[in-house]
């Protein structure tokens, strides 16, 4: 009988976020499928669906878990400092990925995993030529970045030349996410869709 193949060490390392309140770990295996997404708000909603999201949640100054690809984007109030628990925190996470290791139960119910994903938030239909060309540009040119940066964006409507996003991880709550939003997404908007005049975020 062959021995079973021990698998290397998973490393994580931490990265800031244009918003003081989230850090990006970020693991060096993939942690959910590429293209899921999956948000908890509050201590509640991983319950069930994500043991990685729970144990995170043990911890009293965690407001939120944002999941996606290779890594996770936490969210603490303003009790700490990143400075006092970032170093914890990180080797908290690293510890749980080499020993426990799970991310997602298997038999979690679809629902909740639904659910979690439409908090990530995916994009919604497209209903007009003007649509899919709006969401191509965040494909491609805005969602790498905004990923990047431990976040996520979708959109969510275009009517009577207003784009409503949504933003999700690091980018929720984030007081330079609204200047990128203006400064950024929506001149790009203008310059490749006509009839772009503003972007919006939705309200959460």
């Known amino acids: 009988m062959s021995?079973?193949?021990?698998?290397?060490?998973?490393?994580?390392?931490?990265?800031?976020?244009?918003?003081?309140?989230?850090?990006?770990?970020?693991?060096?295996?993939?942690?959910?499928?590429?293209?899921?997404?999956?948000?908890?708000?509050?201590?509640?909603?991983?319950?069930?669906?994500?043991?990685?999201?729970?144990?995170?949640?043990?911890?009293?100054?965690?407001?939120?878990?944002?999941?996606?690809?290779?890594?996770?984007t936490v969210t603490k109030n303003n009790a700490v400092t990143w400075d006092l628990v970032q170093l914890e925190l990180r080797e908290y996470i690293q510890e749980y990925l080499n020993n426990d290791g799970r991310v997602v139960y298997e038999d979690s119910p679809a629902q909740a995993l639904a659910d979690a994903n439409e908090r990530a938030s995916t994009h919604a239909a497209a209903t007009s030529p003007d649509d899919e060309k709006i969401i191509r540009v965040l494909e491609e040119y805005i969602r790498p970045a905004v990923e990047g940066d431990g976040g996520h964006i979708a959109f969510k409507s275009f009517e009577d030349g207003l784009v409503t996003v949504s933003l999700r991880g690091s980018c929720s709550g984030c007081p330079s996410s609204m200047v990128t939003l203006k400064q950024g997404i929506e001149n790009l908007l203008k310059h490749e869709v006509p009839g772009v005049r503003e972007v919006v975020a939705e309200e959460l």
């Open 3 to 72: 021995e079973q193949v021990k698998r290397p060490p998973i490393s994580v390392y931490a990265e800031s976020t244009p918003n003081p309140a989230t850090m990006r770990f970020v693991s060096s295996r993939m942690l959910v499928n590429d293209g899921r997404l999956l948000e908890f708000r509050t201590p509640d909603e991983p319950i069930g669906v994500s043991p990685l999201a729970e144990k995170i949640f043990n911890l009293p100054f965690v407001t939120g878990v944002f999941l996606s690809s290779n890594f996770v």
